[in-house]
Structures are given as structure tokens and as C-alpha cells.
């Protein structure tokens, strides 16, 4: 791919080559850089793309979805409008629960026909990874059914699915409010049956004071330990339980949404090497007003995420572009930190950097090719999509 303009998102800045060509060999990138410094062909048949000036950035990675589940909640959406609280519609048995219904009639083959729609819409504006948590099933059985079709998405579309055990996303009804013994459930059976079944890639829990306490996160963290599975957090969106430092103590990849984590949960982050990954989807449709610490984040230097939290409750978002210009007005990211936040730090906070997010020799070749003057455009703009095409793992 030559006569391109590229942004390999290599190093902290945007790391911008202009005239550039990329060479790619089979899955992998093979070499990036200057036109002038290009390798000669190998082969006389090797294909040559002309770019005419486009822009080349990194597939984009959606490191934070709930993608796979069963129906949608306008219904709660209206009750928001009229004035209703997240809390007092997961006390009245919406919120989670009621997705939990739908995706508990749902069946596997149900559930992927109604993701790929939402898949589709994200893979048109470049993605080529993206995770996909359970946590709708609260059983083994549907859990077990959520994440095998999340790996089939990745069987049915060109793109990188990473999949997330989110069991202690929320107490199911049958559990008569007994939350510790739905946590050993978790930790005990459901987890370690999922992971030998190669199902899982990273486990989450929701620790919040709707969901479940810092004590019993720390079991669930502890069976994932031990089954050589990593570790994120939903941490501190709705009060400081101090998640995001309960995350650092476990090594977690990511720490998400932040909104009320404090400089100390912070500084942990730092220490661990934990990526924060906001979550502006949520935070605009839930009206919140407690913006996350980013000033805090960049003074003690912890990697930023963003992601579009694609779910049906708080974020029925399908657009990391979107994303980007919500995460650049709300939280004030800066387009070199929204850019980075979907392609080289996104990957990060899914432990797979050394793979992809980046345009550099010995990655994955997962590109995007844009037609926009300069990178700004992709977070300046709302409701346009520049893509020219998509390029997953060379094809």
C-alpha cells in the first residue's frame, strides 16, 4: 500500500508518516514507513495499492461491549425521561434483571442474529477487534450460551472477538438476595467450567453498591488467578468503592468507567500498569455529571482507553467514532488521546498490544484506510463516516 498518509499510532503521539507505504505479508504487517525508504517488491506478482493520499490508521478495537444479548430496554429509557434513577430501575426489577430475561429466552442462535447487526455497524466505521462480555445469563447454562456466541461472531464476520466472563455483573432473582452464595457460584463453578471450555479471555465483575462489594470481587479475581485468566473492573461509576485501586491490586488490565475513582485508586492504576478506559456512551445517557479523573490519569501517566459500551441498558451506542467525539467534548481527550484510545490503548487494556493497534512490522496487519484530510476529521466530526475500506489480518 503506497502513497499513503499514515498514522501508526506508535510511540505516545499520533506517529505520522507522510507519503508513506505499508507492506504487508500474509497476516502481518511487514514493514511501514517512508515511499522513499519502501522495500522493493519480492515477488513480481505482489499486489501494489495505489492509496492516492488517503490516510492509514490502525483497525479500530472496541475494548469494552456487551454486544451479545437479548432484547433492548426503550421501555427504561422512557422511564429515564420521566425522571427515574439508574438505581430505583434496578430496584424495581429492570436494569440488568431484565435483560437477563430476554437473553435467558433467547436462544444461542437468537442471540447471534440479533448482535450482528451491532457488530455490523461498528465493523463499517473500521473496527477489527473487539471484546464481548456475558454477564445476561447469570447461570452457567446461559453464560455458557452468551460466550459461545460471541466466539461464533468472530467465526462469522473478519474480525477479532476477545471474549469476557462478566458473571458478578448483577444478582440473579433466584438467588433470593443472597449474594455470597451467587459469588461462590461464580467463582466456584461457573468460572472454572468456562475456562476449561476455552470460552474466556479476561473475567469482569461490576463492583458497585447495586452489584457486588470489593470483598467478593476479590474472590471472583482470586478463582480467575488460578486459572491463569486476567482480570478487569467495572470500578467506580456510580460511587468510590475504590475499584480501581481493588483492580491495580490484581494486576487488571483495565479499570473502567472511573467516574468517582480518587487520586490514591489512581496512582495504583499507574503502579500496576492498569488502563483506565472511559466510557463516554454511558456517561452522556445516563446524564451524569461527575466527569472521570482524566487530569488525574494524565499527571500520574496511566494509559486511556475509550470504548463504546455497547449494551441495551446505559449505552445502545454502535460507533467508536461517535465515541470519539463524545470522550474529546465531554471529557476533554485530546485527538491524539481519543485516537489512541480506540486503536494502541484499547488494545492494551485487552492485553493483546504486542498483536495489534499499532501499524508496525510483526503486527497484525488490521488497518483502516480513510478518506479525510488529516486524522482530526475522525474526531471532529458527528454522524459521517470516512472509511474507505477495512483491512483485517492482511485481507
Same mark, same amino acid.
Given at each position: ?29 511487514a ?29 479500530? @478495537? ?7 444479548h ?12 420521566r ?13 440488568? &434483571?431484565?435483560? &437477563? ?6 436462544? %444461542?442462535?437468537?442471540? +447471534? !442474529?440479533?448482535a ?8 463499517a ?5 473487539? =471484546? ?28 477479532? +472477538?476477545?471474549?469476557?466472563f462478566?458473571?458478578?455483573? !448483577?444478582?440473579?432473582? %433466584? ?21 476449561? %471450555? ?21 474472590? @471472583?479475581f ?41 487520586? !490514591? ?28 479523573? +482524566? ?32 470522550a ?6 485530546? +485527538? ?8 494502541? %490503548? ?13 501499524? =508496525? ?17 475522525? @474526531? ?12 483485517w489480518?492482511?485481507?
Amino acid at each position: 500500500m503506497r502513497n499513503a498518509s499514515l498514522a501508526t499510532m506508535a510511540g505516545m503521539g499520533l506517529g505520522i508518516v507522510e507519503r508513506a507505504t505499508v507492506v504487508v505479508r500474509g497476516e502481518r504487517i511487514a514493514w511501514a514507513g517512508p515511499d522513499a525508504q519502501a522495500p522493493a517488491p519480492l515477488h513480481q506478482d505482489t499486489e501494489i495499492i495505489d492509496c492516492e493520499g488517503r490516510w492509514i490508521t490502525p483497525g479500530l @478495537v472496541d475494548c469494552h461491549t456487551h454486544l451479545v444479548h437479548g432484547g433492548n430496554r426503550a421501555a427504561e429509557f422512557e422511564m429515564r425521561l420521566r425522571g427515574a434513577t439508574y438505581q430505583q430501575i434496578a430496584a424495581a426489577g429492570g436494569g440488568i &434483571v431484565s435483560t &437477563v430475561r430476554a437473553t435467558r429466552a433467547a436462544s %444461542e442462535e437468537e442471540l +447471534v !442474529a440479533q448482535a450482528l447487526p451491532r457488530l455490523d455497524a461498528l465493523i463499517a466505521e473500521g473496527l477489527t477487534t473487539v =471484546e464481548i462480555k456475558s454477564g445476561y445469563g447469570l447461570d452457567l447454562d446461559n453464560e455458557r450460551r452468551m460466550l459461545g456466541a460471541a466466539r461464533r461472531l468472530g467465526k462469522l464476520r473478519p474480525v477479532t +472477538v476477545r471474549t469476557t466472563f462478566l458473571g458478578a455483573h !448483577a444478582l440473579p432473582p %433466584e438467588a433470593a438476595g443472597d449474594s455470597d452464595a451467587y459469588i461462590s457460584l461464580v467463582a466456584d463453578t461457573m468460572l472454572p467450567a468456562l475456562a476449561r %471450555e476455552n470460552l474466556v479471555d479476561a473475567v469482569d465483575g461490576f463492583c458497585e453498591s447495586i452489584a457486588f462489594s470489593p470483598q467478593q470481587i476479590t474472590r @471472583v479475581f482470586a478463582a480467575a488467578a488460578a486459572h491463569g485468566v486476567p482480570v478487569k473492573l467495572h470500578a467506580d461509576q456510580l460511587s468510590n468503592l475504590h475499584g480501581a485501586a481493588l483492580a491495580a491490586d490484581h494486576r487488571a488490565l483495565s479499570a473502567d468507567h472511573l467516574e468517582h475513582t480518587d487520586e !490514591a485508586g489512581v496512582i495504583a492504576m499507574a503502579r500496576a500498569g492498569t488502563v483506565a478506559v472511559l466510557l463516554p456512551g454511558a456517561f452522556y445517557f445516563l446524564r451524569e455529571t461527575k466527569l472521570p479523573p +482524566v487530569e488525574l490519569l494524565r499527571r500520574h501517566g496511566v494509559s486511556m482507553a475509550i470504548a463504546t459500551d455497547c449494551n441495551p441498558g446505559t449505552s445502545p451506542l454502535t460507533s467508536l467514532l461517535l465515541t470519539m467525539n463524545m470522550a474529546a467534548t465531554q471529557f476533554r481527550l485530546t +485527538v491524539d488521546e481519543c485516537l489512541a484510545g480506540i486503536t494502541r %490503548e484499547a488494545a492494551r487494556a485487552l492485553g493483546i498490544a504486542h498483536e495489534t493497534g499499532t501499524v =508496525e512490522a510483526g503486527k497484525y496487519a488490521d488497518l483502516a484506510v480513510w478518506n479525510i484530510g488529516s486524522p482530526s476529521e475522525l @474526531v471532529y466530526r458527528i454522524g459521517f463516516n470516512p472509511l474507505h475500506s477495512r483491512i483485517w489480518r492482511g485481507r
